[in-house]
């Protein structure tokens, strides 16, 4: 007789393994994290276990896929909303990058240099390459409307969205950096406008269109790193 699968328990399954796997490779780093300490963490078998996954690196690549998915689902409404300008949807965009990031916000502060650390470059530049696969279509379709609405000037609207995500992720790099020092700082308030000033001009947009926007962003940033700073001196030792 065939064995009969719970839908609801594989998937149960499944996603507690990719918890303990995104735990284990934020806290010990990719080159440091085998298969046995996903099976240690969860007293999981090794035949349990490969009846999800074949390998380390399918793993760690449905972990990445399960951290972009809702942002893309995200990106995905935006786009089909018909009431929105491009601009307005590509703002929307930046503003649900960031308050998914935000809504994560102890997690990036406190991780923060393990994610960095070399050990993780395997999967920084996973998680960049799967980004970058599944939201340089959708930020092409926003900045053509954009184009066509006579917002945006560029005569790339592919090439630019790719650029875009290239000057985000960098951005996103420089505030991480500053959260890990405890000291966001005026070059990171320069990085944020300079950003934003070359997507304006990449889109051949209308100065200030997107720096104001950036400016909200860091403050909420800054916010929370200094609340996390307030937590740690209250910290017992």
Not at 76 to 95: N, P
Not at 125 to 139: E, I, V
Not at 186 to 196: Q, S
Not at 200 to 211: H, I, Q, T, Y
Request: aromatic share 6%; net charge positive; hydrophobic share 45%.
């Amino acid at each position: 007789m065939a064995r009969t699968v719970n839908e609801h328990e594989h998937n149960a399954k499944r996603s507690a393994i990719l918890d303990a796997a995104e735990h284990l490779l934020l806290t010990k780093g990719y080159a440091q994290t085998a298969v046995q300490d996903v099976l240690d963490a969860l007293r999981m078998s090794k035949g349990a276990f490969y009846h999800y996954f074949e390998s380390k690196p399918e793993l760690v690549l449905a972990v990445v896929q399960r951290k972009t998915a809702a942002v893309e689902q995200r990106l995905r409404a935006i786009v089909a909303d018909r009431a929105l300008s491009g601009r307005d949807k590509l703002l929307r965009h930046f503003a649900a990058v960031d308050d998914w990031k935000l809504s994560e916000g102890s997690v990036v502060s406190d991780l923060a240099r393990a994610w960095y650390a070399d050990d993780n470059a395997v999967v920084r530049d996973q998680l960049y390459r799967t980004g970058s696969r599944r939201f340089a279509p959708l930020l092409t379709q926003i900045i053509e409307q954009g184009v066509a609405e006579g917002e945006f000037t560029t005569r790339y609207p592919e090439q630019a969205a790719r650029m875009i995500l290239c000057l985000r992720y960098d951005l996103g790099r420089a505030v991480a950096e500053a959260l890990i020092a405890k000291d966001p700082s005026d070059e990171l308030v320069r990085a944020a406008e300079a950003t934003a000033d070359a997507v304006e001009r990449l889109l051949g947009a209308k100065p200030g269109s997107f720096v104001a926007r950036a400016r909200a962003a860091l403050t909420r940033w800054q916010a929370m790193s200094a609340t996390n700073k307030t937590r740690a001196r209250r910290r017992p030792i």
